[in-house]
């Protein structure tokens, strides 16, 4: 396992047409022009790369739920349900009890988000994977800045998985 803090512009630089269709996949909109394509399939939206299986990613932004699966464009979109199909980018969430740094004696709450992907041999999957992660990432980020008093700020954090 492998923690990592890169940030997605870093890695985006070079690819403004596939940033592209990757903010239009996590903002859940559709995009039909252009080299990458984002096209809404019931409840994911799926980014639909040339000659490469395209990623199916469905998200519940009010819970921060995640998962994202490689697929042939051809099948049918993943079943939620069924556990034997694991998301390849998904989400691991904990709540944990830790000492405030200001006042020390007094616990607060800090939540931990984990955007998980893992690692594949394709290194354009690989690549895609990582930048969707961080671009969950960074989208987490902004919808969990405002916390209550009794709580630390989260903490959000991509790994890749072996």
């Known amino acids: 396992m492998i923690a990592s803090r890169t940030s997605s512009s870093n890695l985006t630089n070079n690819f403004t047409s596939l940033n592209l269709a990757i903010s239009k996949l996590i903002d859940k909109q559709e995009k039909d022009w252009g080299y990458f394509q984002v096209k809404k ?6 980014l639909h790369l040339p000659f490469l299986p395209c990623l199916r990613l469905y ?4 819970s921060n739920i995640y998962k994202a699966y490689w697929s042939n464009p051809k099948d049918s979109v ?27 004696r007094l616990q607060k709450k800090q939540k931990t988000y984990e ?17 969707v992660a961080n671009a969950i990432r960074d989208k987490i980020e902004q919808s969990v800045s405002n916390v209550s008093q009794d709580e630390i700020m989260p903490l959000v954090m991509v ?3 072996i």
Do not use: M
């Open 41 to 46: 399939e019931e409840e994911f939206y799926s």
């Open 59 to 62: 998200q519940n932004t009010a």
């Open 78 to 104: 993943p079943d939620l349900k069924d556990k034997t199909k694991s998301p390849q980018i998904y989400i691991k969430k904990k709540t944990q009890k830790v000492y405030a740094p200001q006042q020390p």
């Open 115 to 131: 955007v998980i992907y893992q690692y594949d041999s394709r290194t354009e999957i690989h690549l895609i994977s990582k930048i």
């Open 159 to 161: 790994r890749e998985e």
